[in-house]
């Protein structure tokens, strides 16, 4: 139940702060203002999923997500309990946006039979949204089959052991081509479908099971929304012509969350080791103020550790507040490259003050950065943005190694589906002479599959 939508919060004033102190935030994260905007398409929907999850408030559930409540009960007994939980906070019309409790009989919503997504309180409604729904009822039928097999990221199933690349970054242009690199692949892919946490989905799910060929293709596209984000780091780090085999190299992630940060494991971003064969050594610092406290909560490193090995670790701050205590102190490294996935500075003023203070940091300082967005229009307006800070674009388009998982808006299923860092953008310091981007280059990049 946790939500794609995230962004960085920031303040007005900067001061050094021992690192046990908590941030404080006068402006609204993408977190919050996603929980929240929930009831403007579904009223009462954020209270379901608290009630849901056994939780009073959204500051209850925010503890949870950052970490600091692993141990309280969410009145979850069984997997079936688990599933229907999850499936519960998805009950609403579609059409009406009515909750079971506004209704004569809760027990009246049906779901559409197709896409086994959405819900309908009655047939009127149902033929209602039908000349909407028709056109997203095969595509949601892949949410909600991905929705269900992500579990096995979290038991550990997916994603599958992986193998060196064996062609250079510049040469692999595609997930088919990853996955024509993948050893033994039928073998790793059979084992996840035949395996004990497929077969307790299927049994406690309460849905039918899809043949094996959709199963095949869910465990697919979860491989590539997992290995998304090391990936695209490593295309970023080849785009700045970064070297990793003559000095060790540091990234930071910043506006990191719990999308980055929940049940990671501390060799998530190993793929970067296999994209990169031999190299000296690599940091990645996730930066947030709603980093999730776990294995890799813990310092940056002051000295690098063995070589060809990467070091994944997290920072409870607002970005310039980390510079200031931590990169400016020499307690961590300066960065080679920053990342920034869905940072959504485009999304209203209040979280574009709050990125602007980072922003501004990464032109100043000369830092590689690379941004990722869901859509076009997300990065048409970022573009917009970034060329008014004057920054230096230095390229943008779509990335080819966006994650192949749709992600459903939440409270309006009958809204397209978008894709995890669909989109990138790079930049690089201060523009010479500020220009507005040439958006015709998008179409020329998606046209290369750039």
């Known amino acids: 139940m946790a939500h794609r939508n995230k962004g960085a919060t920031s303040k007005s004033s900067h001061s050094k702060k021992k690192p ?12 919050s203002l996603g929980f929240q905007a929930m009831d403007s398409n579904v009223p009462g929907l954020s209270q379901v999923i608290l009630k849901k999850l056994n939780m009073k408030s959204y500051d209850e559930y925010k503890s949870a997500m950052d970490g600091k409540k692993l141990g309280m009960d969410f009145g979850i007994r069984t997997y079936f309990d688990m599933f229907q939980k999850m499936e519960d906070t998805f009950k609403f019309c579609a059409e009406c946006k009515k909750l079971p409790d506004a ?10 039979k197709r896409c086994q997504n959405v819900y309908y309180c009655n047939s009127e409604c149902q033929r209602a949204n039908w000349p909407v729904h028709k056109k997203l009822c095969k595509k949601l039928r892949l949410v909600a089959l991905d929705r269900l097999v992500e579990w096995l990221v979290f038991t550990g199933d997916i994603p599958f052991p992986t193998a060196t690349w064996t062609k250079r970054i510049q040469e692999v242009k595609s997930w088919e081509d990853w996955f024509s690199m993948q050893e033994h692949l039928e073998e790793k892919l059979s084992a996840i479908l035949t395996g004990r946490y497929m077969n307790i989905l299927w049994a406690n799910v309460g849905k039918p099971k899809p043949e094996e060929g959709e199963l095949l293709e869910s465990v697919k596209r979860l491989t590539t929304d997992f290995q998304s984000r090391p990936i695209t780091i490593g295309l970023g780090l080849h785009a700045f012509d970064i070297d990793l085999y003559t000095k060790p190299v540091t990234v930071h992630v910043i506006g ?20 990169f064969p031999g190299h000296q050594g690599m940091e990645v610092v996730m930066v947030g103020v709603n980093v999730v406290d776990g294995p890799i909560m813990r310092p940056p490193l002051t000295a690098f550790g063995p070589r060809g090995r990467v070091y994944l670790s997290s920072y409870k701050a607002l970005y310039p507040d980390f510079w200031e205590s931590q990169v400016e102190t020499h307690q961590a490294a300066r960065p080679d490259l920053v990342m920034g996935f869905h940072p959504g500075f485009h999304a209203c003023l209040d979280v574009m003050e709050g990125w602007l203070p980072t922003l501004l940091l990464l032109r100043d300082y000369k830092i590689p950065t690379l941004f990722t967005v869901y859509n076009e229009q997300e990065l048409k307006y970022s573009l917009k943005i970034l ?59 998606e046209d290369r599959g750039e």
């Not at 010479?432 to 958006?439: I, L, N, R, S, V």
């Open 20 to 31: 046990a102190e908590e941030p404080v935030i006068t402006s609204p994260s993408m977190d």
């Open 256 to 275: 990191a969350s719990h999308i980055e940060t929940l049940n990671t494991r501390v060799t998530d971003y190993d793929e970067l080791t296999r994209v």
């Open 103 to 112: 209704l004569p009989d809760p027990r009246s919503l049906r779901r559409c």
């Open 387 to 445: 060329t008014e800070l004057e920054t230096q674009i230095t390229g943008y388009g779509a990335n080819p190694f966006a994650s192949l998982k749709p992600e459903q808006a939440y409270s309006n299923p009958n809204k397209s589906p978008v894709y995890c860092s669909a989109y990138y953008i790079m930049c690089h310091g201060l523009a010479g002479t500020p220009h507005e981007p040439d958006m015709e280059g998008l179409e020329r990049a």
